[in-house]
T-cell receptor, first 113, second 109 residues
Framework: TAGITQAPTSQILAAGRSMTLRCTQD?????MYWYRQDLGLGLRLIHY???????GKGEVPDGYSVSRANTDDFPLTLASAVPSQTSVYFC????????????FGPGTRLTVL | GQNIDQPTEMTATEGAIVQINCTYQ??????LFWYQQHAGEAPTFLSY????GLEEKGRFSSFLSRSKGYSYLLLKELQMKDSASYLC??????????FGAGTTVTVRA
């Protein structure tokens, strides 16, 4: 079972360039999430989607955008990357937003120079 | 914002018991989760508490007191593979997860 996949595994990006991090789940989960993890700060929610066609802002949404065209895919786009966006990005999903456990993908390590 | 506190680091000996405390102040409460995260890997689900009391799952147990805003994760019969970061997360009134910074547990032989 694939569960949640993320691509790429890692990426080095020049400041000012755009980048889309991909996330796909095959569990037919309704809710999906994007987090960033920085040393000493823990996981912080960037954007979320409770169901296909809807998205919402999390704790740290600035500089990021998302879309949810279908149930399986939830891409995260950095329109113009800055060094402070250097982080490890995790995608997660759950059956629903209110009662179920969130399950995490393997992560993408992004370095912005 | 949400406030979730847990110790930064803990060290214990193989075979021993370690208790990781978590205190929280959040806007609403809809459950508390513990995740395990090995270095360079994704967080994996360990336990969930929504009512007061102790939940036991093999060598791992988790306790919740909602009135005190307090939880702990108890790891028994420690093994070397238990060396990892343990994340406390609270689902708030908006059903969003807020995470603590994590507790790195080192198990020594």
């Amino acid at each position: 079972t694939a569960g949640i996949t993320q691509a790429p595994t890692s990426q080095i990006l020049a400041a000012g360039r755009s980048m889309t991090l991909r996330c796909t789940q095959d569990m037919r989960h309704n809710a999906m999430y994007w987090y960033r993890q920085d040393l000493g700060l823990g996981l912080r929610l960037i954007h979320y989607s409770n169901t296909a066609g809807t998205t919402g802002k999390g704790e740290v949404p600035d500089g990021y955008s998302v879309s949810r065209a279908n149930t399986d895919d939830f891409p995260l786009t950095l329109a113009s990357a800055v060094p402070s966006q250097t982080s490890v990005y995790f995608c997660a999903s759950s059956v629903d937003a209110e009662t179920d456990t969130q399950y995490f993908g393997p992560g993408t390590r992004l370095t912005v120079l | 914002g949400q406030n979730i506190d847990q110790p930064t680091e803990m060290t214990a000996t193989e075979g021993a018991i370690v208790q990781i405390n978590c205190t929280y102040q959040t806007s609403g409460f809809n459950g508390l989760f513990w995740y395990q995260q090995h270095a360079g890997e994704a967080p994996t689900f360990l336990s969930y508490n929504v009512l007061d009391g102790l939940e036991e799952k093999g060598r791992f147990s988790s306790f919740l007191s909602r009135s005190k805003g307090y939880s702990y994760l108890l790891l028994k019969e420690l093994q070397m593979k238990d060396s990892a970061s343990y994340l406390c997360a609270v689902r708030d009134g908006d059903y969003k997860l807020s995470f603590g910074a994590g507790t790195t547990v080192t198990v020594r032989a």
